[in-house]
């Protein structure tokens, strides 16, 4: 079921239920992350390997030290800055987070989403959310309720419908085991923003569980391919790649660049002003509506390498691998 019924998303939270959440960045697929059965659901519904650990998610940073976490100077300084919001921090666990979380790793990865909702939720409750995105593992992640409920609806006994998701990618992951804090995965804020408030850190993204790109992947998650349409995406020039499809039947995903090349109908710009937070914001949805059109390809062009276009480039990136 779908609605914005607070009382009905703490009930099923706390018998150890699935419930879809809104965040700022994308739907989330909740569960008491305190209850190591409600949270094994989590991986059978997503089809996730049991490797691959999950988020937490509380509303404010004192009850993460309630829960015996360390939070390391340098989270500080940044959780004064952006949380709530886009931004996951990697730390050292502590005993009361089930295994099964941290799929047997010494670290939690932990996030204050910004959404009115969920906030309020996460105040009522008194165990924090495991939540990884709400999609079959290997989609494309969900940013309103209706994509949530078109795949998993039938599964889950509630969605909280907080509309649509205002950063529209997944948050930044942030380590902060190793001396030096590390970026594990590019997302709602950019490298920039972060070195302006700590300082250089190291730019690695594709560290974490399911977003490790490698050419020689020690288990399936960590594939390179993620985030994927089921229509064949190129994620290169457009121009380079229309003699080598039927230009009736081949989509467009730009920036702002209109390519008269293929029909309207199939051409999506993501924002005309140029501006990377609306494509951003626009990137995922649009993704999904093209996957239900009738073409062949989907031509996606390279965003500018720099703020939210790194994480936009790298989910493009994934999305076409083969
Ligand atoms: O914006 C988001 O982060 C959304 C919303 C729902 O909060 N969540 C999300 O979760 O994107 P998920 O599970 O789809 O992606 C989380 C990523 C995975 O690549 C996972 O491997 C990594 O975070 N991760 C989780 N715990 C980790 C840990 N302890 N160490 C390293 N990576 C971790
Ligand atoms: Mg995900």
């Known amino acids: 079921m779908v609605g914005a019924n607070i009382q009905a998303a703490i009930s099923h939270l706390q018998q150890g239920h699935l419930v879809a959440i809104p965040t700022e960045t994308v739907y989330g697929l909740a569960a008491n992350a305190f209850n190591p059965e409600a949270v094994a659901q989590i991986f059978a519904v997503k089809n996730r390997p049991a490797f691959n650990p999950l ?25 004064a800055h952006f949380s709530p919001g886009p931004l996951t921090y990697v730390i050292p666990k502590s005993d009361v987070i089930p295994d099964i979380v941290t799929a047997g ?40 309720a209706q994509h949530v409920n078109q795949q998993l609806g039938h599964v889950i006994p509630y969605i909280l419908d907080g509309g649509a998701c205002e950063v529209g990618l997944e948050s930044t992951i942030i380590s902060f085991l190793d001396h030096t804090p590390t970026l594990l995965r ?61 230009p009736l039947k081949t989509a467009v995903i730009s920036f702002k660049t209109i390519y008269t090349q293929v029909p309207p109908q199939f051409q999506f710009i993501l924002s005309s002003k140029g ?48």
């Open 186 to 246: 590019h997302g709602g804020v950019t490298l920039e923003q972060i070195e302006q408030v700590i300082g250089k850190i190291i730019d690695k993204p594709g560290q974490s569980g399911d977003d490790i790109l490698t050419d020689n992947p020690v288990a399936p998650g960590q594939l390179a391919k993620h985030y994927a349409t089921k229509h064949l995406l190129i994620h290169d020039d457009p121009a380079l790649h229309f003699n080598k499809f039927n």
């Open 105 to 144: 790793t010494q670290a939690v990865a932990v996030r204050i989403p910004n959404h009115p909702l969920t906030l309020d939720l996460l105040s009522k409750l008194d165990f924090p959310l495991a939540a990884p995105s709400a999609n079959p593992s290997g989609y494309v992640s969900p940013t309103t």
């Open 275 to 322: 501006n990377l937070a609306e494509a951003a914001q626009k990137l995922f949805a649009v993704m999904r509506l093209v996957d239900t059109m009738e073409v062949d390809v989907i031509l996606a062009e390279k965003f500018p390498d720099e703020g939210l276009g790194k994480a936009i480039n790298d989910r493009l990136k994934r999305a076409s691998v083969i």
């Open 55 to 79: 988020i937490i998610h509380t509303n404010n940073l004192s009850r993460l030290q309630e829960w015996g976490l360390n939070l390391p100077e340098k989270m500080l300084q940044l959780a």
